[in-house]
């Protein structure tokens, strides 16, 4: 079967990676919260960890795909995911975490980042999430189950624009006007996004196992 590459020249990304060196990755961090870099999110060779009282999304759709990406020693790898889209989406109290393990004279060092508390909400445009596995409750209004994933107003087809994977243009897809989640936790491998607005960002870097669940 054909398989299209969701990808554009237009799109800013940059690359989270817990590399040897603490400071290095502190300071992706404080660029971050100035708005210094832009809205892409990988982490390299791993999943990461992400929870939020809530998400309000409109323009949702969802695909299955192969990400393409590589392990921590630097082999190529594909690993299937469900990708999750909105048009515009807000999210509370969210949070978000990876861990890297047997980092040299250091050990296991976890990265957390929380966003959208004391009222304030993240805010993204075109929001992509790269999803491996995801639990919660979900309200759908005006849903399309089993559209050819071509066919998906913010599916894979012709003019998308967002991150590597690969998608099956005839495979399955289903489509909303309003998703509302809640009680979110998922493992994702990337996430991809027109704009992020991370109200009351906050990162933190802490020794060991530090998770956001």
């Known amino acids: 079967m054909e ?4 990808g554009g020249t237009r799109w800013k990304r ?3 990676v817990m590399v ?9 961090g404080v660029a971050l919260a100035q708005g210094a870099l832009a809205a892409s999110f990988s982490v390299s060779g791993q999943s990461f960890k992400v929870t939020a009282d809530r998400l309000d999304g409109t323009g949702f759709s969802q695909y299955g795909a192969i990400d393409q990406g590589y392990t921590l020693k630097g082999e190529k790898v594909a690993r299937p995911v469900a990708v999750s889209a909105f048009t515009k989406a807000t999210i509370t109290n969210m949070c978000q975490s990876v861990v890297t393990p047997d980092i040299p004279l250091v050990g296991t060092v976890s990265l957390k980042l929380t966003a959208g508390t004391d009222g304030k909400k993240v805010e993204a445009d075109n929001l992509y999430i790269d999803v491996e596995e995801l639990s919660g409750d979900a309200v759908f209004e005006d849903i399309n189950i089993g559209v050819a994933a071509g066919d998906l107003k913010d599916g894979p087809g012709p003019g998308m624009k967002g991150g590597k994977e690969q998608s099956n243009p005839f495979g399955f897809g289903q489509q909303s006007r309003v998703a509302t989640l809640t009680g979110v936790k998922q493992t994702a491998w990337a996430t991809t996004a027109g704009t992020f607005k991370l109200s009351n960002l906050k990162m933190s870097l ?3 196992a530090n998770e956001c669940y």
């Open 3 to 6: 398989s299209q590459v969701r």
């Open 14 to 16: 940059f690359a989270v």
């Open 20 to 28: 040897p060196s603490v400071a290095a990755t502190a300071a992706i």
């Open 206 to 208: 802490h020794k060991g």
